[in-house]
C-alpha cells in the first residue's frame, strides 16, 4: 500500500534559499551608500566638501543649506497624483476600487513615487491580508530600497526573486531592533527571524503558487543596459548645490568679518588705545569708544582717521543666481521656483512655455509609473483570486493632468468637441477633458442616474395620471378615418 505524504513547509532555510539570501543582502548593502547620500542631500543633511582657502578653521562648523535638491524632486512628485483604477472595458471597477481603499493606495502612492524619485527606484510587494478571514482584501505595500531588492531577469523582463530586510515589528517582543527578512520566490513567500543558534529560524511560508515574484519595481530614468533606474538628484545635481553652499557660507564669512566696516587711524599715539591705568583695550572697546574722540599729537596735528570700503555681496548674489539658473536646466524648473527673479515678471504664457519640460517628464513618469501599479494590481487580483485575470481585461489608472491649464481653457476646449460631434456630452471621457477629478466624475454619474430615474417616475406618473386616455397603437395622429 502507497501512503502519499504531504509537503511539510520547512522550518529552517534550505541551502539554495540562504544562497540567494546571501547574495541578495549583499548587493542591497552594495547599493546604501549611494542611497544615503542621496536621501542627505534630499533632506539637506550633506556634508559640503570646503576647499579650504577661504573659510577660516574657526568657522569650518558652520552649515549651510541650500534645498534645491528637494524644490526639483518634490515639484515633480507633486504633478504625480494617481486617482484611480479602472477597467479599460469600461465595466464596473468596484473590486479594483475595494482593493485600492483597503491599502490606502490614493495616500501611499505619493510615498512610492517620491522615494522612486530620490533613490531612483521603489518597489511594490504583494502578499495575502492579515486580516484572518477569507474575504480578506490582498496586501500592497510600497517598500523603500533601502530595505529592498530585486534579483532582475533582463531577457524576460520580470523579477526571479527578492528580499526585504526590516525590524520585525509584530513578530517578536525583543525590541524594534529585532530585525527580520522576507524572501519572495515565484511559489512562496518566506519571513525568517534570526535563530539564537545563528543563521535564520522560518516562522511563516506563504505558499501562493503564483509562479512569479509578487514584486514589481518602480524605477526612474530606466536605460536598456541599466533597469534599476537612477536617481533624479544626480552627480550635476550635487556638485552644483555644493558650489551654492560654499558661496552662501562664503556670504556667511564675509558677513562675520566685514559686518562691521573696518577703519584705520594714522598718526595717533599710544594711550589712545589704553586705559586710565594704561592697560591695552581689547580691540571692540576701541573700536565704539576713544576712537571717536582722539588728542591731537605733539606738533597739535590731529591723527588722520579713515574707512576701508565695505564688503558687496553683489558679487556672491550674482554667482548663487547663476547656480540656480544651472540647476533650473538640470531638473527642467521655471527659474523662479529655485529663487532667481528678474526685475521683469514673466507672462502667463512664458511660465507655460518654461514649464513644458517639467510637464513632459511628469507624463513620462505617468506612463512608467502607471504600469508598475497595473501590474502591482493585477497581481493583487491573483493572489486574491487564485488565478490571474483575464488577459484581454486591460486596467488602466487615471492620473490628475500634469499640466496647468486654466480652468476656463479645459472648458472650452471640451464645449468645442461636444458641439463639433467629437464627444457625447454624457460621456466620461467629457467629464475627464473637463478636468473633474475621480470623486467628481463620480458624483456626476450618480447625479445623472438619479435624474433619469425622476425623469423615468414623472413619465410614468403623467401616463397613469385621471382624465388622460392612453392612446391605442392602432390610431395614428391626425387620421381619424380608421375610427
Given at each position: 500500500?502507497?501512503?502519499?505524504?504531504?509537503?511539510?513547509?520547512?522550518?529552517?532555510?534550505?541551502?539554495?534559499?540562504?544562497?540567494?539570501i546571501n547574495m541578495l543582502r549583499a548587493d542591497m548593502l552594495r547599493d546604501r551608500h549611494a542611497l544615503l547620500l542621496r536621501d542627505a542631500y534630499?533632506?539637506?543633511?550633506?556634508?559640503?566638501?570646503?576647499?579650504?582657502?577661504?573659510?577660516?578653521?574657526?568657522?569650518?562648523?558652520?552649515?549651510?543649506?541650500?534645498?534645491?535638491?528637494?524644490?526639483?524632486?518634490?515639484?515633480?512628485?507633486?504633478?504625480?497624483?494617481?486617482?484611480?483604477?479602472?477597467?479599460?472595458?469600461?465595466?464596473?471597477?468596484?473590486?479594483?476600487?475595494?482593493?485600492?481603499?483597503?491599502?490606502?493606495?490614493?495616500?501611499?502612492?505619493?510615498?512610492?513615487?517620491?522615494?522612486?524619485?530620490?533613490?531612483?527606484?521603489?518597489?511594490?510587494?504583494?502578499?495575502?491580508?492579515?486580516?484572518?478571514?477569507?474575504?480578506?482584501?490582498?496586501?500592497?505595500?510600497?517598500?523603500?530600497?533601502?530595505?529592498?531588492?530585486?534579483?532582475?531577469?533582463?531577457?524576460?523582463?520580470?523579477?526571479?526573486?527578492?528580499?526585504?530586510?526590516?525590524?520585525?515589528?509584530?513578530?517578536?517582543?525583543?525590541?524594534?531592533?529585532?530585525?527580520?527578512i522576507v524572501l519572495y520566490l515565484p511559489d512562496q513567500t518566506v519571513t525568517a527571524l534570526p535563530s539564537p543558534s545563528g543563521g535564520w529560524e522560518?516562522?511563516?511560508?506563504?505558499?501562493?503558487?503564483?509562479?512569479?515574484?509578487?514584486?514589481?519595481?518602480?524605477?526612474?530614468?530606466?536605460?536598456?543596459?541599466?533597469?534599476?533606474?537612477?536617481?533624479?538628484?544626480?552627480?550635476?545635481?550635487?556638485?552644483?548645490?555644493?558650489?551654492?553652499?560654499?558661496?552662501?557660507?562664503?556670504?556667511?564669512?564675509?558677513?562675520?568679518?566685514?559686518?562691521?566696516?573696518?577703519?584705520?587711524?594714522?598718526?595717533?599715539?599710544?594711550?589712545?588705545?589704553?586705559?586710565?591705568?594704561?592697560?591695552?583695550?581689547?580691540?571692540?572697546?576701541?573700536?565704539?569708544?576713544?576712537?571717536?574722540?582722539?588728542?591731537?599729537?605733539?606738533?597739535?596735528?590731529?591723527?588722520?582717521?579713515?574707512?576701508?570700503?565695505?564688503?558687496?555681496?553683489?558679487?556672491?548674489?550674482?554667482?548663487?543666481?547663476?547656480?540656480?539658473?544651472?540647476?533650473?536646466?538640470?531638473?527642467?524648473?521655471?527659474?523662479?521656483?529655485?529663487?532667481?527673479?528678474?526685475?521683469?515678471?514673466?507672462?502667463?504664457?512664458?511660465?507655460?512655455?518654461?514649464?513644458?519640460?517639467?510637464?513632459?517628464?511628469?507624463?513620462?513618469?505617468?506612463?512608467?509609473?502607471?504600469?508598475?501599479?497595473?501590474?502591482?494590481?493585477?497581481?493583487?487580483?491573483?493572489?486574491?483570486?487564485?488565478?490571474?485575470?483575464?488577459?484581454?481585461?486591460?486596467?488602466?489608472?487615471?492620473?490628475?493632468?500634469?499640466?496647468?491649464?486654466?480652468?476656463?481653457?479645459?472648458?472650452?476646449?471640451?464645449?468645442?468637441?461636444?458641439?463639433?460631434?467629437?464627444?457625447?456630452?454624457?460621456?466620461?471621457?467629457?467629464?475627464?477633458?473637463?478636468?473633474?477629478?475621480?470623486?467628481?466624475?463620480?458624483?456626476?454619474?450618480?447625479?445623472?442616474?438619479?435624474?433619469?430615474?425622476?425623469?423615468?417616475?414623472?413619465?410614468?406618473?403623467?401616463?397613469?395620471?385621471?382624465?388622460?386616455?392612453?392612446?391605442?397603437?392602432?390610431?395614428?395622429?391626425?387620421?381619424?378615418?380608421?375610427?
Open positions: 500500500m502507497t501512503v502519499s505524504i504531504p509537503d511539510l513547509p520547512l522550518v529552517y532555510l534550505s541551502d539554495d534559499e540562504l544562497a540567494l534630499f533632506n539637506g543633511e550633506q556634508l559640503v566638501r570646503d576647499l579650504g582657502i577661504s573659510i577660516p578653521p574657526q568657522l569650518k562648523s558652520l552649515h549651510t543649506v541650500i534645498g534645491w535638491p528637494r524644490v526639483g524632486v518634490e515639484s515633480l512628485e507633486e504633478r504625480l497624483d494617481l486617482e484611480a483604477f479602472r477597467w479599460g472595458d469600461g465595466s464596473d471597477s468596484s473590486e479594483l476600487d475595494e482593493i485600492a481603499d483597503a491599502n490606502d493606495l490614493f495616500d501611499e502612492s505619493s510615498l512610492a513615487h517620491l522615494d522612486s524619485l530620490v533613490y531612483g527606484r521603489e518597489y511594490l510587494a504583494v502578499g495575502s491580508g492579515d486580516c484572518g478571514t477569507d474575504d480578506c482584501p490582498p496586501l500592497i505595500s510600497a517598500e523603500s530600497p533601502m530595505d529592498m531588492t530585486l534579483m532582475w531577469d533582463a531577457r524576460l523582463r520580470m523579477g526571479t526573486a527578492a528580499l526585504r530586510e526590516c525590524a520585525a515589528d509584530g513578530f517578536v517582543e525583543s525590541g524594534p531592533e529585532e530585525r527580520m522560518v516562522v511563516d511560508r506563504d505558499i501562493h503558487r503564483l509562479g512569479v515574484v509578487p514584486v514589481v519595481r518602480m524605477a526612474n530614468r530606466q536605460r536598456t543596459a541599466d533597469r534599476v533606474g537612477k536617481s533624479e538628484i544626480t552627480p550635476e545635481v550635487m556638485s552644483i548645490t555644493d558650489a551654492a553652499c560654499r558661496r552662501l557660507m562664503g556670504m556667511e564669512v564675509a558677513a562675520e568679518f566685514f559686518g562691521a566696516p573696518q577703519r584705520y587711524i594714522l598718526g595717533a599715539s599710544e594711550s589712545a588705545f589704553q586705559d586710565a591705568d594704561g592697560t591695552a583695550k581689547s580691540a571692540w572697546e576701541t573700536y565704539i569708544g576713544r576712537v571717536l574722540a582722539l588728542e591731537r599729537d605733539e606738533d597739535g596735528n590731529v591723527p588722520d582717521v579713515g574707512q576701508f570700503a565695505a564688503h558687496d555681496p553683489t558679487g556672491m548674489t550674482k554667482i548663487i543666481d547663476l547656480y540656480a539658473r544651472i540647476m533650473s536646466s538640470q531638473f527642467g524648473l521655471p527659474p523662479h521656483m529655485l529663487g532667481y527673479t528678474t526685475d521683469n515678471p514673466a507672462s502667463a504664457d512664458a511660465i507655460r512655455s518654461t514649464e513644458a519640460k517639467l510637464v513632459k517628464r511628469s507624463e513620462r513618469r505617468i506612463r512608467r509609473y502607471g504600469a508598475a501599479w497595473q501590474q502591482a494590481m493585477r497581481l493583487a487580483l491573483w493572489v486574491r483570486d487564485g488565478e490571474p485575470p483575464e488577459k484581454t481585461r486591460r486596467i488602466e489608472t487615471v492620473w490628475r493632468n500634469p499640466a496647468t491649464p486654466t480652468v476656463a481653457a479645459q472648458a472650452d476646449a471640451t464645449v468645442k468637441l461636444v458641439q463639433a460631434g467629437i464627444l457625447p456630452a454624457d460621456s466620461d471621457v467629457t467629464l475627464e477633458m473637463a478636468g473633474l477629478s475621480e470623486g467628481q466624475r463620480q458624483r456626476v454619474r450618480a447625479d445623472r442616474r438619479r435624474a433619469n430615474g425622476r425623469s423615468v417616475l414623472d413619465r410614468l406618473a403623467a401616463l397613469g395620471a385621471p382624465g388622460d386616455e392612453v392612446q391605442s397603437p392602432e390610431v395614428v395622429d391626425g387620421d381619424d378615418s380608421l375610427g
